[in-house]
């Protein structure tokens, strides 16, 4: 079955920690994999999209990687601003795809 | 700067309604999305529209339906409005070549009683 996970479901950092999310994908034939960010009371914000294993995009403090089963988004010397739920998308079918739960992320001052 | 606009941020409705949230963008995309979130679910597509009067099933099409009679109008319907329709609704949209870079309106938060 074609599925999304992120891992950890919650991360709670101190300002300046820094650490990575985890998006690991099972569908066959990726064609792009994308990350939003979604803050509370508002809809997601489009950040990266990744298209080949091998491949970074990089965004202030966040980078992120794709493998052929996952992707890492690494956020380095965090801020509170950063705080935010991340999301992972994949390409599922032409205009379609599979969203994963999300990674809530706390950055503590 | 872009901008989706959904007509409600909240709504409460009683169950056996008919449901109507709007959603407006004014980037003048050729497509537009309605899906719902709920905790621990990733985003789940109801339906999408590729172009006026044009629409596509989704994963969750069944209670619903949408209609698009001008470009930057996207309506999602709930014939009969259920509890289990109680989420959170977010309208997107995107153009043709950045299907995957969807711009997201803020989304109204729908509880059926």
């Known amino acids: 079955e074609d599925q999304v996970t992120q891992s950890p479901e919650a991360l709670r950092l101190q300002e300046g920690e820094s650490s990575s999310l985890n998006c690991s994908y099972t569908?066959?034939?990726?064609?792009?994999l994308f990350w939003y960010r979604q803050d509370p009371g508002k809809g997601p914000e489009f950040l990266f999209t990744?298209?080949?294993?091998?491949e970074e995009k990089e965004k202030e403090r966040l980078k992120a990687t794709l493998t052929k089963k996952e992707s890492f988004l690494h956020i380095t010397a965090p801020k509170p601003e950063d705080s935010a739920t991340y999301l992972c998308a994949v390409d599922y079918l032409a205009s379609q795809l599979i969203w994963g739960a999300g990674t809530k992320l706390i950055i503590k001052p | 700067d872009v901008k989706v606009t959904q007509s409600s941020r909240y709504l409460v409705k009683r169950t056996g309604e008919k449901v109507f949230l709007e959603c407006v963008q004014d980037m003048d995309h050729e497509n537009m999305f309605w899906y719902r979130q709920d905790p621990g679910l990733g985003l789940r597509l109801i339906y999408f529209s590729y172009d006026v009067k044009m629409k596509e099933k989704g994963d969750i099409p069944e209670g619903y339906s949408v209609s698009r009679e001008k470009k930057e109008r996207f309506s999602l319907i709930l014939e009969s409005a259920s509890t289990n329709q109680t989420s959170m609704y977010l309208c997107a949209s995107s153009t043709t070549g950045g299907v995957y870079e969807q711009y997201f309106g803020p989304g109204t938060r729908l509880t059926v009683t």
């Open positions: 990744l298209y080949s294993a091998g």
């Open positions: 569908v066959s034939g990726l064609r792009g």
